[in-house]
Every structure is written in C-alpha cells, then in structure tokens.
C-alpha cells in the first residue's frame, strides 16, 4: 500500500470556535486560523494524500467511539486546558492504535512546562539562562537571580503574557510583574536570567538521528516594536515590526548546533521550532522549543523559514509527513 494514498485525519483547534464560544483574542492566539486548515489540506492532496477533517479532541473523541479510523493523523491541536493540553489528541490517538504526526505524549506534555523542559535541557549541560519557577506569592521575595530578569507565563506560546514589562529590573517591578502574572494566567511564572544577546529561531525537521537543522533566522526588532521582546504584539504585527533574516555567521551556526542537540535529547519529532538567545559572551542559550509549532503559511515563523529558504509549504509538508511515515509498520509503508 503506497503512502500515497493513505487517509489522513486533522485534528486542530479552529480560532473562530472559541472566539464564538466567547474566549478573548489572546485566549485563542495559540489556535488555528481556517486559511491554515485549508493550506494544509491543499498540500496533503497535493501530495497524492486522501485528508479528512477531524476537527478538536471532543470532536476526536466522538469519532474514535463512532468507529472512525484513519491511517495516520495530521495533529496540530493546541488543547484548551492544563499542562497536559497539547497531549490529549495524541493520547486519544495511541488509545485506538492510530499514529500521528509531530511529537508524543511525554514530550508535549514536558516541553509546555518551560521549566520542566529547562530542568531537563540543563540537565543535559546545554546553555540556558538561570531561572526560577514562581507558583506563589510567597515565592516571589526568594528570588536570588541578579537583575535583569525576565517573567513569562511557565506554559503558554505566541507571545502570551509577554511584553515590553516582562524585562525586570526592580524588586518591586518583579513583585508586581508576578503577581499580575499568576492572577491573569492561573499558573505558574518562569523568571530567568535576561540575556542581552542576538535572538534566533531555528526550525527542526526529522527524528532522532535523523533530524537535522534548517538555516538559522535572526527575529530583529523594529524601532517601532516593543523593546527588548518578542512579545504577543510585536508577533501579531510581525509585518510592520519584525524583521526576520537568515544568517550564517559562527554565532548563527552554534545556534543551530545547540537547537539540534536539544530537539534530539528532547525527543521531539517530525517538524518544529526552537528559540535562543545570546548571552553577553555571544553564546546562544536554549529558550524554549515549540514541537507543535505553528503552520501558518505566512505568518507562523517555521514556514516563514521555509520561505526565506526557497521552499514551498508543500515542501514543508511533505517533510513532516516522510518523517512521520517512518513510524508506520513495514506492511503499510512497503
């Protein structure tokens, strides 16, 4: 049976849903828009693959007990809710025995929390700021890391929770950053050492050893942007506030060394993202790592590597799904 002609099911989390459901713009920055759903799709049949839409985990989840079936799964389901929630769609998926793109269970689950990723990349003896994970107030006063610092929520993407704030230079900048952080979020604050250097975005395609680095994008700031942060505002406005640039300079290179190093001992598979950023000596630390990345044809940043690469979206996809297909049985595949 040729791979080319297997049925793919997609799961995703559609914007408009939640929107309608009464959920706020940045409550929703995670999901999808429909022109992503669709330029997926186009490009699963573009490639010869028979697509059917599946849609949220309870919409999965009704299907599955219905009887549904589907020869592999294209999963960009964000979740809504808990450490877990980008999870849920593959845990369904490996309960009925159905593969899925991107990364597993344990590694989606681990790579939310961006302090239990931290521990585990510091673990691993690759370069990551100095941080601190606030669950409480309390907390907050026994904080030791020297300003700068910089807060975040623990476990949210696209910016969420960061802006030009976020860059603390005060106790009592700190004390309030983190409250208001706990309150808004209703989880956790990761706080780190904020590093002055170079910012870079580095996409990821393959598994294990066979993964391997795309070219290296610099994210440069505009001087209208808000300063210092690739914040939710500044990626929403990415057109007339970021520029984004492929570089290849030897502080380029180890960034794309130390997100490969990463991603293997991570586990992630098939496609995705990670950010650096230098610190005062130009060494380029792990931020975090995005292995449900987003695939917006313009406006997510994997594809906008791609782009400035010279490869098409289908290209991309058509990646992922080799990667992917690896993972089914010789029977299927062969």
């Not at 049925?7 to 309608?20: E, Q």
């Not at 510091?122 to 669950?135: H, K, L, N, Q, S």
């Not at 130009?282 to 917006?296: I, K, W």
């Amino acid at each position: 049976m040729s791979p080319r002609f297997l049925k793919i099911g997609m799961t995703y989390d559609l914007r408009d849903d939640y929107l309608a459901e009464g959920y706020g713009e940045e409550d929703t920055a995670e999901f999808d828009r429909p022109e992503t759903i669709e330029a997926i799709e186009q490009a699963l049949s573009s490639l010869g693959y028979e697509t059917a839409r599946i849609g949220h985990v309870r919409s999965l989840a009704r299907r599955l007990v219905q009887g549904d079936h589907w020869d592999m799964v294209f999963n960009i389901a964000e979740g809504l809710r808990g450490f877990g929630r980008e999870a849920q769609v593959p845990a369904l998926l490996e309960a009925f025995d159905i593969p899925y793109t991107f990364s597993d269970v344990l590694v989606l689950s681990l790579t939310l929390h961006k302090g239990m990723a931290k521990r585990v990349i510091r673990d691993m003896g690759i370069p990551t700021p100095d941080f601190a994970v606030i669950e409480t107030e309390a907390q907050i006063a026994g904080i030791g890391l020297p300003f700068p610092l910089f807060a975040k929520p623990v476990a949210e993407g696209t910016g969420k929770g960061i802006t030009a704030a976020s860059k603390i230079e005060t106790q009592t900048d700190l004390e309030r950053i983190c409250r208001s952080l706990l309150t808004t979020f209703q989880q956790p604050v990761l706080v780190e050492t904020f590093l002055p250097g170079r910012e870079f975005t580095v996409g990821i395609i393959g598994t294990g050893a066979d993964a391997f680095a795309t070219e290296v994008m610099e994210v440069l700031l505009k001087p209208q942007a808000e300063r210092n942060v690739y914040s939710y505002f500044n990626k929403e406005n990415f057109a007339s506030l970021v520029e984004y640039r492929l570089v290849a300079d030897d502080e380029a290179r180890r960034a794309g060394e130390t997100a490969l190093a990463a991603w293997r001992g991570l586990g992630c598979r098939d496609a995705g993202r990670l950010d650096l950023r230098s610190d005062a000596s130009g060494r380029p630390n792990f931020m975090e790592v995005n292995p449900l990345a987003g695939l917006h044809p313009q406006h997510s940043d994997l594809p906008i590597i791609f782009g400035l690469m010279g490869k098409t979206f289908s290209q991309l996809i058509d990646l992922i799904m080799h990667s992917a297909l690896k993972r089914l049985k010789s029977d299927v595949t062969g």
